[in-house]
């Protein structure tokens, strides 16, 4: 799909800065409110903007973070379903998406504890382990955020989940963070209506979560893929901790690199990619091989579908 330079920049500012107002969008791009509002629908209509959503640091309010992937047999479209809406409604399930190579579906998500999710697991494969050829899981000890910096964007910060001190919110934070995690551009009015809290109130909350930590960013669910680019995820496996600091400063600088995460037990380095093409993607691991020589092996698959996004989904 052809986008124009304007868009591409609208797109940009988005990506980073999901809450931004339309002022805030038309004062960058020199454009006028009513254009931008109008771009920003079409985008919307043509599902290049498939939604906004809130980054919120699990990690304060004493959550962990797992990612598994699944390889599934004797797979349906029917029970493919039951399994997407069993792992939506049953774990605390953040992001549900296919895949295609090693495994067909990967879920990341949050649990108190690896009893509370290994307790879970067990449910799921009383009804679904029939259909189990196998699985992977790993823990995200860090987990980095960069803007896509192909849609011109110029923003150099990255939003950093990790361990932290924990600290205790109340009702009316967690319903604020519910709703803003579903859609990061609610105006203060709409989410004082809708939650029957006083907008001043809404406003004040909001400051505080920012500035407790709690909320790290909002950002656009872009479709990558109507622009022309497949997103990757790569594994890397190296025992080498100072390569491991200069692996994720690399991924940092990298065009084509979205997330990157150090992780356990098995793989070091998790990076999240979007290509135009595999041979890119091949380009970039073989710099990966040749530039950090401890690293063991790189697996890699491509992303099909997102079927959930949601940072926080309790």
Request: hydrophobic share 35%.
């Amino acid at each position: 799909m052809k986008i124009d330079k304007k868009g591409m920049q609208i797109l940009g500012i988005l990506d980073w800065d999901a809450r931004i107002p339309i002022s805030g969008i038309a004062k960058k791009t020199r454009l006028n409110k009513d254009v931008v509002r109008y771009r920003i629908s079409n985008l919307e209509r043509d599902n290049v903007l498939e939604g906004y959503y809130t980054i919120v640091n699990t990690s304060k309010l004493g959550y962990l973070t797992f990612r598994i992937y699944f390889d599934f047999i004797n797979l349906n479209k029917q029970i493919e379903a039951k399994i997407i809406n069993y792992l939506d409604n049953k774990f605390n399930a953040g992001q549900i998406f296919s895949i295609d190579g090693e495994y067909q579906l990967g879920v990341i998500c949050w649990e108190k504890s690896v009893y509370e999710l290994h307790k879970k697991l067990v449910n799921f494969k009383k009804i679904f382990g029939n259909f189990i050829n196998k699985e992977e899981m790993a823990i995200f000890v860090s987990l980095d955020h960069y803007p896509k910096k192909f849609l011109n964007n110029t923003q150099k910060e990255v939003i950093s989940l990790k361990e932290e001190e924990k600290i205790k919110i109340k009702d009316e934070d967690v319903e604020i963070l519910k709703e803003l995690s579903k859609n990061a551009r609610i105006s203060s009015v709409d989410l004082s209506v809708k939650l029957k809290i006083p907008q001043t109130t809404i406003i004040y909350k909001i400051k505080q979560l920012r500035k407790d930590g709690i909320i790290l960013g909002y950002r656009a669910k872009i479709n990558t893929e109507k622009l022309g680019y497949q997103n990757y995820y790569l594994s890397l496996y190296t025992n080498n901790t100072k390569e491991v600091t200069e692996i994720m400063d690399y991924a940092k600088y990298n065009l084509n690199c979205i997330y990157s995460g150090q992780v356990i037990p098995e793989a070091n380095i998790e990076i999240e990619t979007e290509f135009q093409s595999k041979p890119e993607l091949l380009e970039l691991i073989d710099k990966l091989k040749e530039r950090f020589k401890s690293i063991k092996k790189i697996k890699y698959w491509s992303t099909l579908k997102y079927y959930k996004l949601n940072y926080y989904p309790f």
